[in-house]
């Protein structure tokens, strides 16, 4: 396996009708459902690929003598507005606005030029021809349209698109950016948490998110495990927010693991707008807007890792940083954990699954079977012991079409779509 093909991010378009993935390659694939066939009614749903292109390349950074990765951190997808699709993807520093759009005419007869492209000798032009648009095969032309660069120091960790469509924010480590779609060259700091003295730096911003309808409004995530939430009406640079979200810890499970394993690494509202929804470590919650000290449900997604702490250390698997996604209702979330295994929680019936998505279990139209991790004691013959995971085998990136019960699931280099069983 070539590193560059570790899937670093997964996000269906508005309609669903798209999924595009990012790499560490700083490659986009973009896969576009099957249209529903006449005779073959059951076919919808097939992902194929749509389109692929270099979106990034590495860079070298002279002053600093740094080398930039390509590897894609984030996309996000605009509302389609016309025929073409737009989408945002962003590297540790600069973010790319793509227009992806398909092609199935060519213009041919030009009067200056030949049918190969070559110019022609104005002296042997001597008849105007009307070009005319002949059909060809379809092709699907990506170009970047814009380059927004050079507006952070430290690495890009989330964009977010505004719900007015005129602009969107970049967050890396100690600051968040406000772009306008149209301007490249300039953006407006909004949130700046770097300190006078860097040495008295305590912690960084992790994740942020524009609130899904109100354009004012959003939240930020830190790596002490707290949620702020701003509101760009009250000023210019939020630097004080609007609403401060976190739970108090429990003294009797204080570690010397307690402030890594409370960072948290992906923040998102729910389509409502009403909730948040944060991961950390070992857990995801659910927060109700209105209710800042604690969150209104807390599921637990690897509590056997508790105990694991210390080798995941040493191994560095416990600063993975797994994101967290919602159904299109808002009613089941799903996240990420080891060997491959991902989870789901259902928080009308409170019932979770483990699942797993790995070459060997996900033959085409095979059923999911649920897994279940036992810890010490006996072992049943389908259960597997905590100590046999497969540490790195990881599922950081997950996605949910925005209506239907299809899933996306990135395991390494491999791509998992899942749908419902229909009767």
């Given at each position: 396996m070539q590193n560059a093909d570790i899937i670093s991010t997964v996000e269906f378009n508005h309609t669903g009708e798209l999924l595009a993935t990012g790499d560490k390659g700083g490659r986009v694939v973009i896969f576009q459902r099957e249209q529903e066939s006449k005779n073959q009614p059951h076919r919808r749903g097939e992902y194929n690929v749509y389109s692929t292109f270099q979106s990034h390349e590495p860079e070298f950074d002279y002053l600093k003598s740094l080398e930039i990765e390509e590897k894609i951190n984030k996309i996000r997808w605009l509302p389609q507005q016309n025929a073409a699709y737009f989408l945002l993807s962003t590297n540790d520093k600069t973010v790319k606005l793509w227009k992806v759009s398909e092609r199935d005419k060519r213009p041919e007869g030009y009067n200056l030029k030949d049918e190969d492209g070559r110019l022609r000798d104005p002296s042997m032009i001597t008849m105007l021809r009307v070009p005319v648009l002949r059909p060809m095969d379809l092709m699907v032309e990506a170009t970047?349209?814009?380059?927004?660069?050079?507006?952070?120091?430290?690495?890009?960790?989330?964009?977010?698109?505004?719900?007015?469509?005129?602009?969107?924010?970049?967050?890396?480590?100690?600051?968040?950016?406000?772009?306008?779609?149209?301007?490249?060259?300039?953006?407006?700091?909004?949130?700046?948490?770097?300190?006078?003295?860097?040495?008295?730096?305590?912690?960084?911003?992790t994740a942020a998110e524009f609130h899904p309808h109100h354009?004012?409004?959003?939240?930020?995530?830190?790596?002490?495990?707290?949620?702020?939430?701003?509101?760009?009406?009250?000023?210019?640079?939020?630097?004080?927010?609007?609403?401060?979200?976190?739970?108090?810890?429990?003294p009797s499970n204080r570690s010397f693991f307690s402030e890594i394993i409370s960072s948290i690494s992906d923040v998102k509202f729910s389509h409502s707008g009403r909730y948040i929804m944060t991961r950390d470590y070992l857990t995801v919650k659910v927060w109700d807007l209105n209710m800042e000290n604690r969150p209104i449900e807390t599921y637990q997604v690897h509590d056997y890792l508790r105990s694991k702490l210390c080798s995941l250390y040493e191994n560095d698997c416990?600063?993975?940083?797994?994101?967290?996604?919602?159904?299109?209702?808002?009613?089941?979330?799903?996240?990420?954990?080891?060997?491959?295994?991902?989870?789901m929680f259902d928080r009308n019936t409170k019932r979770d699954v483990t699942?797993?998505?790995s070459r060997e279990n996900s033959k085409p139209r095979a059923i999911l079977k649920p897994r279940k991790v036992c810890v010490g004691g006996k072992r049943r013959k389908d259960e597997i012991s905590v100590d046999s995971l497969d540490f790195s085998k990881k599922i950081l990136h997950t996605a949910w079409h925005p209506s239907e019960n299809i899933i996306a699931v990135a395991a390494t280099n491999n791509l998992y779509i899942f749908q419902d069983k229909v009767n």
């Open positions: 970047p349209r814009r380059v927004f660069a050079n507006a952070h120091t430290y690495h890009i960790n989330s964009i977010s698109v505004n719900s007015d469509y005129e602009t969107y924010m970049s967050a890396d480590d100690l600051r968040i950016n406000l772009w306008n779609f149209e301007i490249t060259n300039q953006s407006f700091n909004i949130v700046d948490i770097k300190p006078a003295n860097m040495e008295e730096l305590t912690e960084v911003i354009c004012n409004t959003f939240v930020y995530s830190s790596s002490k495990g707290t949620i702020r939430l701003c509101d760009m009406r009250t000023s210019a640079l939020c630097d004080r927010h609007a609403k401060f979200f976190e739970e108090p810890e429990d416990i600063f993975d940083k797994f994101e967290c996604v919602w159904n299109g209702s808002d009613s089941v979330i799903m996240t990420g954990s080891y060997n491959n295994f991902f989870r699942l797993e998505a």
